[in-house]
T-cell receptor, first 112, second 115 residues
Framework: DAKTTQPNSMESNEEEPVHLPCNHS???????IHWYRQLPSQGPEYVIH???SNVNNRMASLAIAEDRKSSTLILHRATLRDAAVYYC?????????????FGAGTRLFVKA | DAGVIQSPRHEVTEMGQEVTLRCKPI?????LFWYRQTMMRGLELLIY????????DSGMPEDRFSAKMPNASFSTLKIQPSEPRDSAVYFC?????????????FGDGTRLSIL
C-alpha cells in the first residue's frame, strides 16, 4: 500500500480553523484517502474520506489536491474535544485495503 | 445505536497464562477486524473475517495467537501462552461491506498487560 506523510504534531487555538496536511505522493489512481482520529483511551474514529473531489460532512472537510498527491483535513472550528491523533491513510478498494498501516499520525493540541 | 463492544477493558495477567479478548461487532456488519496498538509499531492489523470466515491472518504474530468468530455477533482473540511482549491495546473493528465507501467502526479496546 502507498504510504502517507504527516507532521508529528500541530497546535491550534480553540474556535479557530485547523488545517491538517497529508502527503501521499505515491498514491495510485484507485486509492481512497481516509481520515481517522483517535481520542485518548479510545479506538480510532472515522472522520471522512474521498477519492478526487473535496468532501464535507458534519465533522470536517477534506480538500484533495488536483494531482491527488496531497490532501488537507479541515476542522472549521477547533474545540478542546478535537484534541486527538489524526491519521491519514490510503485504501485501495480493489485489494480490500485492509492492510493499510495507520502510521504515527498528527497529534493535534488545542489551546483554550 | 450500540457500537463495537469489547471486553474486558483492562486485563492484567502473569506470563504463561491464557488470555481471551472478546468482541461484539455492530449488528449487520459483515467484516470484523482485530488490531494491536503499541507505541513502537503503531496500529497493526492482526486478522480479519468476512461473514464469520477468517480471510487473512498474516498479521498474527505467531502460533500463540488465535482468533475465532463462531457467529456474526461474537469474536474472540486468544493468546496462549501469553508473554510480556504481548502487552498492548487490542482493538476490534467492524464494517459493512468493503472499505470502498464504508468506514471501520472501532471499539474502545482492551488494554492488556502481561507481567
Amino acid at each position: 500500500d502507498a504510504k502517507t506523510t504527516q507532521p508529528n504534531s500541530m497546535e491550534s487555538n480553540e474556535e479557530e480553523p485547523v488545517h491538517l496536511p497529508c502527503n501521499h505522493s505515491t498514491i495510485s489512481g484507485t486509492d481512497y484517502i481516509h481520515w481517522y482520529r483517535q481520542l485518548p483511551s479510545q479506538g480510532p474514529e472515522y472522520v471522512i474520506h474521498g477519492l478526487t473531489s473535496n468532501v464535507n460532512n458534519r465533522m470536517a472537510s477534506l480538500a484533495i489536491a488536483e494531482d491527488r498527491k496531497s490532501s488537507t483535513l479541515i476542522l472549521h472550528r477547533a474545540t478542546l474535544r478535537d484534541a486527538a491523533v489524526y491519521y491519514c491513510i490510503l485504501r485501495d478498494p480493489h485489494t480490500g485495503g485492509f492492510k493499510t498501516i495507520f502510521g504515527a499520525g498528527t497529534r493535534l493540541f488545542v489551546k483554550a | 445505536d450500540a457500537g463495537v463492544i469489547q471486553s474486558p477493558r483492562h486485563e492484567v495477567t502473569e506470563m504463561g497464562q491464557e488470555v481471551t479478548l472478546r468482541c461484539k461487532p455492530i449488528s449487520g456488519h459483515d467484516y470484523l477486524f482485530w488490531y494491536r496498538q503499541t507505541m513502537m509499531r503503531g496500529l497493526e492489523l492482526l486478522i480479519y473475517f468476512n461473514n464469520n470466515v477468517p480471510i487473512d491472518d498474516s498479521g498474527m504474530p505467531e502460533d500463540r495467537f488465535s482468533a475465532k468468530m463462531p457467529n456474526a455477533s461474537f469474536s474472540t482473540l486468544k493468546i496462549q501462552p501469553s508473554e510480556p511482549r504481548d502487552s498492548a491495546v487490542y482493538f476490534c473493528a467492524s464494517s459493512l461491506g468493503r472499505l470502498r465507501d464504508q468506514p471501520q467502526h472501532f471499539g474502545d479496546g482492551t488494554r492488556l498487560s502481561i507481567l
